[in-house]
């Protein structure tokens, strides 16, 4: 199993930055890939970014590009998220999750940190 704990989330104006993590324990040994989603209130979980664990290869949604950028730390099993340029419909739940070598489809989620952008 692995256990994931996001943080970073809160209340920050359009325009600024925010910086979320994601720290992972557990049988981190197992991680094929990290990535970030997130959930808008009323609407359907979104994909954001991911990024493979050992190759350091980060993929990003096509709608989300330049603003957005996913990053590792592989020392503290910690990924970044940091969002630039922030506007109101960024408002969401962030959700940190992980996928396993054996099936590189996201089996674990973390709680979810809510960015709330005022305008």
């Known amino acids: 199993q692995v256990q994931l704990v996001e943080s970073g989330g809160g209340l920050v104006q359009a325009g600024g930055s925010r910086r979320l993590s994601c720290a992972a324990s557990g049988r981190t040994f197992s991680i094929y890939a990290m990535g970030w989603f997130r959930q808008a209130p009323g609407k359907g979980r979104q994909f954001v970014a991911q990024?493979?664990?050992?190759?350091?290869?980060?993929y990003y949604a096509d709608s989300l590009k330049g603003r957005f950028t996913i990053s590792r730390d592989n020392a503290k099993n910690t990924i970044y998220l940091q969002i630039n340029s922030l506007k109101p419909e960024d408002t969401a739940v962030y959700y940190c999750a992980a996928a396993s070598t054996s099936t590189r489809s996201f089996d674990y989620w973390g709680q979810g940190t809510q960015v709330t952008v005022s305008s």
């Open positions: 990024i493979t664990w050992s190759e350091e290869i980060a």
